[in-house]
């Protein structure tokens, strides 16, 4: 007897699974070397590096979005799909899955590291900014000059 009651696109077969997993994987691999060129980047103060870094991470972003929503549905359903699995293959999809999750894992730490790193480079340059605008004060104060204060640009000066 045929389930009238279950939607047709929820069954996927071992090749699509296999398919999804593989590509999802490629997927996070590239992301893995676009994080390692990006941390370069970041170490090495290469804002256009970082930029074209940024732009191709967004590329991967969109292909792993795009395998979102048959991922969400094999994640639904991962109990049936792992059961009807062959235990070979069975074993095959829990190293994927396990690859995978190391992956995002690993992409997040990095990435949360880097984002410290760009923070704390702002607060220096921020600090270094102000120590300049200060000696800047007080040196135009010394030679008994005014200067504006921070924030007023020419533009302002005019108007």
């Given at each position: ?76 359903q991962w109990d049936r799909h ?29 990435d949360a590291q880097d984002v ?44």
């Amino acid at each position: 007897m045929i389930n009238t009651h279950e939607k047709p696109e929820s069954k996927l077969g071992r090749d699509a699974l296999f398919s999804l997993f593989r590509n999802q994987a490629s997927a996070l691999r590239r992301m893995k070397q676009l994080v390692l060129q990006q941390r370069q980047a970041v170490t090495q103060d290469n804002p256009e590096d970082l930029l074209n870094l940024l732009k191709q991470r967004q590329v991967v972003v969109d292909a792993l979005v795009g395998m979102g929503g048959e991922i969400k549905r094999v994640r639904g359903q991962w109990d049936r799909h792992r059961d009807s699995l062959a235990p070979d293959d069975r074993a095959e999809a829990s190293q994927f899955i396990l690859e995978m999750t190391k992956s995002f894992e690993e992409i997040m730490e990095s990435d949360a590291q880097d984002v410290r790193s760009l923070v704390a480079k702002k607060q220096l340059i921020g600090s270094a900014l102000q120590a300049t605008h200060t000696t800047a004060h007080v040196v135009s104060a010394y030679a008994g000059q005014v200067l504006p204060s921070r924030g007023v640009s020419k533009l302002d000066e005019a108007s």
